[in-house]
T-cell receptor, first 109, second 117 residues
Framework: DAKTTQPTSMDCAEGRAANLPCNHS???????VYWYRQIHSQGPQYIIH???NNETNEMASLIITEDRKSSTLILPHATLRDTAVYYCIGRNRDDKIIFGKGTRLHILP | NAGVTQTPKFQVLKTGQSMTLQCAQD?????MSWYRQDPGMGLRLIHY???????DQGEVPNGYNVSRSTTEDFPLRLLSAAPSQTSVYFC????????????????FGPGTRLTVL
């Protein structure tokens, strides 16, 4: 399984960039890294995914280290609405998609 | 598209009762899955399916049954509810690796909040 490790919680000031790290040292070469977030008690929402190269979309940027053992999700200008639990996950060969406990991100006004 | 729909939104059961949580998607996704989320915890995978007629166990399958007779529907059955099954249940769907689509984000339903007394 592509197990991931994330900090339990993080704080970020509103308007600053939020950088959320994830360790996925057991990920295999062809497995993508996905990021989701869960706001309050809603269903998780997809943010971004990547394999080797850095990725950017309208929500966030994803920086993956060259050895693929870790990645960082960047929210460039955090707002209060970005307060959520952020999950970093890998998709295994057998399609078993395992979520960890995620990082609880607090955006401070 | 309605996306992923789940019914009911809320349910209260007594210990020993049975019920089925419904999940449906209209995106022609091959992959569907069920997760449970306990207070303050992350999501734990219960069962998943990579296509009609194919199901497999996740992290916490005990006490739950699933079947996948159609692409659209993936019901989750509790045969004899226990208080330990009090949780929020999320259904999700995506394209499947078997379909040759390597990029596949999961779409989640709004959840079913189940209380077992």
């Amino acid at each position: 399984d592509a197990k991931t490790t994330q900090p339990t919680s993080m704080d970020c000031a509103e308007g600053r960039a939020a950088n959320l790290p994830c360790n996925h040292s057991t990920i295999s070469g062809n497995e993508y890294v996905y990021w989701y977030r869960q706001i309050h008690s809603q269903g998780p929402q997809y943010i971004i995914h990547g394999l080797k190269n850095n990725e950017t979309n309208e929500m966030a940027s994803l920086i993956i280290t060259e050895d693929r053992k870790s990645s960082t999700l960047i929210l460039p200008h955090a707002t209060l609405r970005d307060t959520a639990v952020y999950y970093c996950i890998g998709r295994n060969r057998d399609d078993k998609i395992i979520f960890g406990k995620g990082t609880r991100l607090h955006i401070l006004p | 598209n309605a996306g992923v729909t789940q019914t009911p939104k809320f349910q209260v059961l007594k210990t020993g009762q049975s019920m089925t949580l419904q999940c449906a998607q209209d995106m022609n996704h091959e992959y569907m899955s069920w997760y449970r989320q306990d207070p303050g915890m992350g999501l734990r995978l219960i069962h998943y399916s990579v296509g009609a007629g194919i199901t497999d166990q996740g992290e916490v399958p005990n006490g739950y049954n699933v079947s996948r007779s159609t692409t659209e529907d993936f019901p989750l059955r509790l045969l004899s509810a226990a208080p330990s099954q009090t949780s929020v249940y999320f259904c999700a769907s995506s394209y499947s690796r078997l379909a040759g689509t390597p990029i596949n984000e999961q779409f989640f339903g709004p959840g079913t909040r189940l209380t077992v007394l």
